[in-house]
């Protein structure tokens, strides 16, 4: 069965600190993989975007980074963390002919 | 470059009653596919309904249907006798050959 694994659920990290957030997508291969943002109440913002290992796609200039170093993995990094990084963060995968499946969600808070 | 816009940030009304939420879009592309995803307070994405733009006919699920123009790049979605549990964020969104892009959201409350 097609599934995607984010984690972790929550997290807590001071300003300036590091960030690793990872997604893993079990049931398919090659597929599009998403990184997306959600301040409170608010809409979805697309992060970055890749259509396979190695390529990155960048959609808003920011603290962040992404990176597939494997088919199904997908991770999300800031060298130092601001206030404004805190949000919801959510990873997709959409390949032809499906839905999009989306994970869990972590909520990031940078205090 | 694709955008989506929903148009009302917020909408409420009455259970049982019908609600329509709007959405238009814009890509340069010839093939894409249309989605509306709910996001209910648990912020878990579910998919609502979904529609290939090649296909003229309207999709339709249960109580969820939608109104396909493609000429006009509008994708609204139409909920039939809502129910309580159709309280949620409403996502309209665009997936072309890379990139899958959703609108602002539209909060919608069912009233009982």
């Known amino acids: 069965s097609q599934t995607i694994h984010q984690w972790p659920a929550t997290l807590v990290q001071p300003v300036g600190s590091p960030l690793s957030l990872e997604c893993t997508v079990e049931?398919?291969?090659?597929?599009?993989l998403y990184w997306y943002r959600q301040a409170a109440g608010r809409g979805l913002q697309l992060l970055f975007y890749s259509v396979g290992i190695g390529q990155i796609s960048s959609e808003v200039p920011q603290n962040l980074s992404a990176s597939r170093p494997q088919d199904r993995q997908f991770i999300l990094s800031s060298k130092k963390l601001l206030l404004s990084d805190s949000g919801f963060y959510l990873c997709?995968?959409?390949?032809?002919?499906?839905?999009?499946?989306f994970g869990q969600g972590t909520r990031l808070t940078v205090v | 470059a694709q955008t989506v816009t929903q148009s009302q940030p917020e909408m409420s009304v009455q259970e049982a009653e019908t609600v329509t939420l709007s959405c238009t879009y814009d890509t340069s592309e010839n093939n894409y596919y249309l989605f509306w995803y709910k996001q209910p307070p648990s912020r878990q994405m579910i998919l609502v309904i979904r529609?290939?733009?090649?296909?003229?006919q309207n999709a339709t699920e249960n109580r969820f249907s939608v109104n396909f123009q493609k000429a006009a790049k509008s994708f609204s979605l139409k909920i039939s006798d809502s129910q309580l549990g159709d309280t949620a964020m409403y996502f309209c969104g665009i997936q072309g050959a890379q990139k899958l892009v959703f609108g602002q959201g539209t909060r919608l409350t069912i009233n009982p």
């Open positions: 529609q290939e733009a090649y296909k003229q």
């Open positions: 049931g398919t291969s090659n597929p599009n």
């Open positions: 997709a995968w959409w390949t032809v002919g499906t839905e999009a499946f």
